[in-house]
T-cell receptor
Framework: DADVTQTPRNRITKTGKRIMLECSQTKGHDRMYWYRQDPGLGLQLIYYSFDVKDINKGEISDGYSVSRQAQAKFSLSLESAIPNQTALYFC??????????FGEGSRLTVL | GEDVEQSLFLSVREGDSSVINCTYTDSSSTYLYWYKQEPGAGLQLLTYIFSNMDMKQDQRLTVLLNKKDKHLSLRIADTQTGDSAIYFCAESGPTGGGNKLTFGTGTQLKVEL
């Protein structure tokens, strides 16, 4: 089983719909992150959390929210999805700075 | 803010060496990283270098750091088809990545027979 699991792996939705992407980890790491990947743009940080009571905005947090339900769970929500949020989303964890462990990604298409 | 740049594509023949280049702007970066993304997968940490080093070797991988020019490179010796992937350079900033990493755009390496 994967150490960092993302669900769903693929999702197609319509503009205006609420979407939640979930991430769970078995690595026991305190730090969790949500990144967005767009072709030719690399990875952009959306939100990160260093423990259950800690939530921080990244570079591109507008239009997104997160919830850290437990040490092992970190979910990303799009309250009202729009087409330019079509992207590949990655959850990652780390125990120390810089060494990130990534999930396999959630591909979201907003029509 | 920090900026990390890479060329988008590199094509090499199997058995040749590959050199993937990266430039960054934050001179206070503590660590610099190389991540590999295989098709359909997440990123995996390949190697990293501390900013007070100028070279690090790990089997077929050699990382060179030129702090003066803010230039980082990854050399893969004897490139194999399994090395075909996207390679991302990332820099940590002065906190050593305590808050976040800044990733480059990624270089797609294609290995031809």
């Amino acid at each position: 089983d994967a150490d960092v699991t993302q669900t769903p792996r693929n999702r197609i939705t319509k503009t205006g719909k609420r979407i939640m992407l979930e991430c769970s980890q078995t690595k026991g790491h305190d730090r969790m992150y949500w990144y967005r990947q767009d072709p030719g743009l690399g990875l952009q940080l959306i939100y990160y959390s260093f423990d259950v009571k800690d939530i921080n905005k990244g570079e591109i947090s507008d239009g997104y929210s997160v919830s850290r339900q437990a040490q092992a769970k970190f979910s990303l929500s799009l309250e009202s999805a729009i087409p330019n949020q079509t992207a590949l989303y990655f959850c990652a964890t780390s125990i120390r700075a810089g060494e990130l462990f990534f999930g396999e990604g959630s591909r979201l298409t907003v029509l | 803010g920090e900026d990390v740049e890479q060329s988008l594509f590199l094509s090499v023949r199997e058995g040749d060496s590959s050199v993937i280049n990266c430039t960054y702007t934050d001179s206070s970066s503590t660590y610099l990283y190389w991540y590999k993304q295989e098709p359909g997968a997440g990123l995996q940490l390949l190697t990293y270098i501390f900013s007070n080093m100028d070279m690090k070797q790990d089997q077929r991988l050699t990382v060179l750091l030129n702090k003066k020019d803010k230039h980082l490179s990854l050399r893969i010796a004897d490139t194999q088809t399994g090395d075909s992937a996207i390679y991302f350079c990332a820099e940590s900033g002065p906190t050593g990545g305590g808050n976040k990493l800044t990733f480059g755009t990624g270089t797609q390496l294609k290995v031809e027979l």
